[in-house]
């Protein structure tokens, strides 16, 4: 389903991303797992195309087709979303009203909103008539985002789990929430610096000094992760040898 070759991303005069290979298949859960300043929300961005994020290098396929100068829109209408770290504030817009545009993209999505919201852990009936703005906070947004991702069914979804947030989505709801969207067809992405919720995957990726180290099962790249990425300072050239025997 998605292709990423030789992906290379030059940015105010630093490397942030260079060699990133990557292959997705339909229906897949992979795991990006990665410190904090690896460039995973970057590898995020790039794949969805946001402005200032166009690779200088390599190429972005989406069921062969090459979409690396296509932008966030015509991306979306392929059936690409991404979930930010820091989710948006919808003026005007009740969280039901919300949900419900997202059930509308996907025209045959059998999620109503409460049961999306359920999933999420959130109550319908003390959510669904609140305006989806500034009165609720960065860990009720992000549930609501996932929600919607969740009404919307799209192709692939890009899951970029925040560093912190007030009350953000437990483990349980995010495993819930990615098992749902791969019952349905749906590629997941899954960004994160959590063993635990990586664990979910089909397949993980290692991410370090902006380049893929190792691609496995997401128990062997979880150990390798543990083992070698936690006291990293992201500056030095992996070891061949330190790799291959992890």
Not at 22 to 47: F, Q, R, Y
Not at 95 to 102: C, F, I, K, N
Not at 190 to 201: K, N, P, R
Request: hydrophobic share 40%; aromatic share 4%; net charge negative.
């Amino acid at each position: 389903m998605l292709q990423l070759v030789d992906i290379e991303l030059v940015l105010g005069g630093r490397k942030i991303l260079h060699d990133v290979d990557l292959e997705l298949d339909e229906g897949e859960v992979h795991s990006i797992l990665g410190m904090n300043g690896t460039g995973k929300s970057t590898l995020a961005s790039v794949i969805m195309g946001l402005s200032g994020y166009a690779p200088t290098a390599g190429r972005v396929l989406f069921y062969e087709e090459d979409i690396t100068a296509l932008s966030v829109s015509e991306r979306a209408q392929r059936g690409i979303t991404l979930a930010w770290q820091e989710p948006a504030r919808f003026e005007g817009l009740t969280v039901a009203e919300y949900l419900e545009t997202g059930r509308q993209v996907a025209r045959n999505s059998p999620l109503t909103p409460q049961e999306c919201l359920r999933k999420v852990g959130l109550h319908p009936q003390r959510y669904l008539n609140r305006a989806a703005d500034t009165t609720l906070s960065g860990g009720e947004r992000r549930r609501i985002e996932l929600a919607a991702v969740l009404a919307m069914s799209p192709k692939l979804a890009i899951l970029d789990e925040p560093d912190s947030g007030i009350d953000p989505p437990s483990i349980d709801n995010i495993v819930d929430v990615i098992r749902t969207l791969s019952r349905r067809g749906t590629a997941v992405l899954l960004i994160t610096h959590h063993g635990e919720v990586a664990a979910v995957a089909d397949r993980a990726s290692a991410l370090c000094g902006g380049t893929i180290l190792k691609t496995g099962d997401p128990l062997t790249i979880t150990r390798f992760f543990r083992n070698h990425c936690q006291e990293c300072l992201h500056i030095n050239e992996p070891i061949a040898k330190e790799l291959n025997d992890a």
